[in-house]
């Protein structure tokens, strides 16, 4: 059999052999905001067409660059400094929409919508990037745009933040496997820029490789994880479920682990179910599980080959598209054991409408039981309507749904950010996954607003015991 060709990205570690130099920036920045909203007509590299362009002169005190803009266009940012000698300065930035570019000196050193190829400590939001600078004169230029993105007033807007930062704090945050291997050991926020880091290395196509239905021999495994230790990560989490589930006991309320995505495995005193549970080995929590529930027909929320597995053993799989046991068209409520479903059905975008089902999941026989609402990829709070109370809420934060206006129409107990850093999602040119820097500006934006709800972004594989 012809072994599956992973392709690996290569760290690169920007003046790895020069003098670790302080962030000496210019107080002065030239900012230049180009009336078109094509991304490509603004050169992160070539600055010469801007000699004679409309520039203004900013300070930024304390880092920070916010303005609200009519319009999207591209915006750039360029500081021209003096290095004291060579060396390589550490620079922490961040914006507040999917994609940024930096250069420096005439070179591109990252490109956020592509891969970390141009830096190993990456991601986004918040970026470590390893300046190499020359003696004397250098041109650092950051190119973004206007985005509602963490805006507290919900308007279109240019943010940019930026800080010192240092090779210890790199080397940290680099997705290696002895990185990886110490998250759940160490800070949060760390752990979160590793896995995020890791990400940013992928691209769908090898994620595609690396998920594809095949066997791995142990040098094929090796391999993947050498290239891409967030690989590693996401296996690891599916085995320690794998043992968790079977050896956790429940006697009232309900245990929940996070998958990966939007996949959840919940198990209550009386059974054991799955939502929108996607891996690459999926198949193998079958036997696990009593039924399982799919809220859309789109390959991120659900495992074809779990799916058939449930199917062959007459095990409910419960989606508005699968024909199986369970198959169903919302609205319709259902009882298994000792849950009940209450099922509603939603729009996932203006192309496809009422394609998502959702879910209402009362984990228990008694009153009291934890209730789930598992919202998928619906974009409009003002379709959701559960048919009782909601403890937790599982959203997608970025598909269009306001977090605010539904915790405000919903009054949760906790919401659970999910469809974070989805792999499959690592289209260059296109889009990159969303991280957790997207649910934070939500909770931000709800605390201003005074909306009271506790809020949780799981990590894969992590156990939760709800009441």
């Given at each position: 059999?012809?072994?599956?060709?992973?392709?690996?990205?290569?760290?690169?570690?920007?003046?790895?052999?020069?003098?670790?130099?302080?962030?000496?920036?210019?107080?002065?920045?030239?900012?230049?905001?180009?009336?078109?909203?094509?991304?490509?007509?603004?050169?992160?590299?070539?600055?010469?067409?801007?000699?004679?362009?409309?520039?203004?002169?900013?300070?930024?005190?304390?880092?920070?660059?916010?303005?609200?803009?009519?319009?999207?266009?591209?915006?750039?940012?360029?500081?021209?400094?003096?290095?004291?000698?060579?060396?390589?300065?550490?620079?922490?930035?961040?914006?507040?929409?999917?994609y940024?570019?930096?250069?420096?000196?005439?070179?591109?050193?990252?490109?956020?919508?592509?891969t970390?190829?141009?830096?190993?400590?990456?991601?986004?939001?918040?970026?470590?990037?390893?300046?190499a600078?020359?003696?004397?004169?250098?041109?650092?230029?950051?190119?973004?745009?206007?985005?509602?993105?963490?805006?507290?007033?919900?308007?279109?807007?240019?943010?940019?933040?930026?800080?010192?930062?240092?090779?210890?704090?790199?080397?940290?945050?680099?997705?290696?496997r002895?990185?990886?291997?110490?998250?759940?050991?160490?800070?949060?926020?760390?752990?979160?820029?590793?896995?995020?880091?890791?990400?940013?290395?992928?691209?769908?196509?090898?994620?595609?490789?690396?998920?594809?239905?095949?066997?791995?021999?142990?040098?094929?495994?090796?391999?993947?994880?050498?290239?891409?230790?967030?690989?590693?990560?996401?296996?690891?989490?599916?085995?320690?479920?794998?043992?968790?589930?079977?050896?956790?006991?429940?006697?009232r309320?309900?245990?929940?682990?996070?998958?990966?995505?939007?996949?959840?495995?919940?198990?209550?005193?009386?059974?054991?179910?799955?939502?929108?549970?996607?891996?690459?080995?999926?198949?193998?929590?079958?036997?696990?599980?009593?039924?399982?529930?799919?809220?859309?027909?789109?390959?991120?929320?659900?495992?074809?080959?779990?799916?058939?597995?449930?199917?062959?053993?007459?095990?409910?799989?419960?989606?508005?598209?699968?024909?199986?046991?369970?198959?169903?068209?919302?609205?319709?409520?259902?009882?298994?054991?000792?849950?009940?479903?209450?099922?509603?059905?939603?729009?996932?975008?203006?192309?496809?409408?009422?394609?998502?089902?959702?879910?209402?999941?009362?984990?228990?026989?008694?009153?009291?039981?934890?209730?789930?609402?598992?919202?998928?990829?619906?974009?409009?709070?003002?379709?959701l309507?559960?048919?009782?109370?909601?403890?937790?809420?599982?959203?997608?934060?970025?598909?269009?749904?306001?977090?605010?206006?539904?915790?405000?129409?919903?009054?949760?107990?906790?919401?659970?950010?999910?469809?974070?850093?989805?792999?499959?999602?690592?289209?260059p040119?296109?889009?990159?996954?969303?991280?957790?820097s997207?649910?934070?500006s939500?909770?931000?934006?709800?605390?201003?607003q005074?909306?009271?709800?506790?809020?949780?972004?799981?990590?894969?594989?992590?156990?939760?015991?709800?009441?």
């Amino acid at each position: 059999m012809k072994k599956p060709k992973i392709l690996g990205i290569a760290f690169l570690f920007f003046g790895a052999a020069l003098q670790a130099l302080p962030l000496v920036l210019n107080e002065k920045w030239f900012f230049y905001q180009i009336p078109s909203s094509t991304w490509e007509t603004l050169d992160v590299v070539d600055l010469t067409p801007l000699a004679k362009a409309e520039k203004e002169i900013l300070s930024l005190p304390g880092g920070i660059f916010s303005r609200e803009t009519k319009e999207g266009n591209p915006a750039l940012l360029v500081n021209e400094f003096n290095a004291p000698s060579n060396g390589t300065m550490y620079l922490r930035c961040g914006v507040n929409c999917s994609y940024m570019q930096a250069g420096l000196n005439g070179k591109m050193i990252f490109d956020e919508r592509t891969t970390s190829a141009f830096s190993a400590g990456v991601g986004n939001g918040s970026h470590i990037l390893p300046l190499a600078v020359k003696k004397g004169r250098n041109v650092l230029s950051v190119k973004f745009f206007g985005s509602t993105n963490g805006s507290p007033d919900g308007k279109l807007r240019y943010s940019f933040a930026f800080a010192g930062a240092d090779e210890e704090q790199y080397q940290q945050e680099l997705p290696t496997r002895e990185n990886f291997a110490a998250v759940g050991k160490i800070d949060r926020h760390v752990a979160e820029r590793i896995i995020r880091n890791g990400v940013d290395q992928m691209t769908s196509t090898d994620f595609a490789r690396f998920t594809r239905p095949h066997h791995f021999s142990a040098a094929d495994l090796e391999r993947c994880y050498r290239h891409y230790p967030v690989l590693e990560f996401y296996d690891r989490a599916f085995d320690k479920i794998m043992r968790e589930v079977p050896e956790t006991k429940v006697g009232r309320g309900a245990v929940v682990w996070h998958l990966y995505n939007m996949g959840y495995i919940v198990k209550t005193p009386a059974c054991c179910f799955g939502i929108d549970i996607c891996h690459r080995r999926a198949e193998e929590l079958a036997p696990l599980l009593d039924f399982i529930l799919v809220t859309h027909n789109h390959n991120d929320h659900y495992n074809l080959a779990l799916l058939k597995a449930m199917a062959k053993a007459k095990k409910p799989v419960i989606s508005n598209f699968y024909p199986a046991k369970g198959y169903q068209a919302p609205p319709e409520k259902i009882t298994i054991s000792d849950v009940t479903i209450d099922s509603e059905r939603c729009d996932h975008n203006a192309t496809f409408k009422k394609f998502v089902s959702v879910y209402r999941i009362q984990c228990g026989r008694s009153d009291d039981a934890p209730v789930i609402y598992h919202t998928g990829d619906s974009c409009d709070h003002r379709q959701l309507h559960p048919s009782g109370r909601v403890d937790i809420h599982i959203l997608h934060p970025r598909v269009g749904l306001s977090v605010p206006e539904a915790a405000k129409s919903l009054y949760p107990r906790e919401i659970w950010f999910s469809h974070l850093l989805e792999m499959g999602h690592c289209k260059p040119g296109i889009y990159r996954p969303i991280d957790w820097s997207a649910a934070y500006s939500d909770m931000e934006m709800m605390k201003k607003q005074g909306i009271e709800v506790s809020c949780r972004c799981p990590m894969w594989g992590e156990k939760i015991v709800l009441p």
